[in-house]
């Protein structure tokens, strides 16, 4: 099954305790990107990926990391959350190209106290 | 800067009645994607259809069409025979650009009633 998968689905965790979220495509998937969403605020794009070891910011990037060592993988680094990081993740992945829609996971709730 | 426009918080529909959703855009690129997608409470995101900026006929996907006007830049979707299912949160978003950037809008929350 063509999917996308994220995890933890949910987490809460602490100011300051650096947490990773996985993200993994089986649609070999050349374009990968992070979303967080925020009420009112719609989704809003953090990182995304052109390719293997190709990575650039989004709107808003402060505070993430991401890496891409792998085509299907694209996990979301935060080295010292805080809480305006408490939020809704999306990772999505698609072909590259205006065309073509992205796939997205299923979500993680993070809350940071 | 791309950039997405939905005007309506909330919107409120009968059952099997249709409903439109607005949505404007603006960009700069002559060749872009525009998308609707729908977040029901279970939080997941669903992708519903699809308009090219060269398409000349409006897309459908079963019960969903999308009224695409490219001079006024506007992609609304419609909804016909509305069911309780379809009540969730309806995103508009457009794809485009050097970095195949998706932007979305702010939502619009549909509500159908019995």
């Known amino acids: 099954e063509a999917q996308v998968t994220q995890n933890p689905r949910y987490l809460i965790t602490v100011t300051g305790k650096k947490l990773t979220v996985t993200c993994s495509q089986n649609?070999?998937?050349?374009?990968m990107s992070w979303y967080r969403q925020d009420p009112g605020l719609g989704l809003r794009q953090i990182y995304y990926?052109?390719?293997?070891?190709?990575?650039d910011k989004g709107d808003v990037p402060e505070g993430y990391k991401v890496s891409r060592k792998e085509k299907r993988n694209f996990p979301l680094i935060l080295e010292s959350p805080s809480p305006n990081q408490t939020s809704l993740y999306f990772c999505?992945?698609?072909?590259?190209?205006?065309?073509?829609?992205?796939?997205f996971g299923p979500g993680t709730r993070l809350t940071v106290t | 800067a791309q950039k997405i426009t939905q005007t309506q918080p909330g919107m409120f529909v009968q059952e099997k009645e249709a409903v439109t959703l607005d949505c404007t855009y603006d960009?700069?690129?002559?060749?872009?994607?525009l998308f609707w997608y729908k977040q029901p409470s279970s939080g997941e995101m669903i992708f519903l259809i699809y308009?090219?900026?060269?398409?000349?006929q409006n897309a459908t996907e079963g019960r969903y069409s999308l009224n695409f006007q490219k001079a006024r830049k506007s992609a609304n979707l419609v909804i016909s025979a509305s069911q309780l299912g379809d009540s969730a949160m309806y995103f508009c978003?457009?794809?485009?650009?050097?970095?195949?950037?998706?932007?979305f809008g702010k939502g619009t929350l549909l509500t159908v009633n019995p």
């Open positions: 999505a992945s698609s072909h590259r190209g205006s065309s073509y829609e992205q796939y």
């Open positions: 960009t700069s690129d002559p060749s872009y994607g």
């Open positions: 990926s052109m390719n293997v070891e190709v990575t």
């Open positions: 649609m070999n998937h050349e374009y």
């Open positions: 978003a457009m794809r485009g650009g050097s970095n195949y950037k998706l932007t």
């Open positions: 308009q090219g900026s060269y398409d000349q």
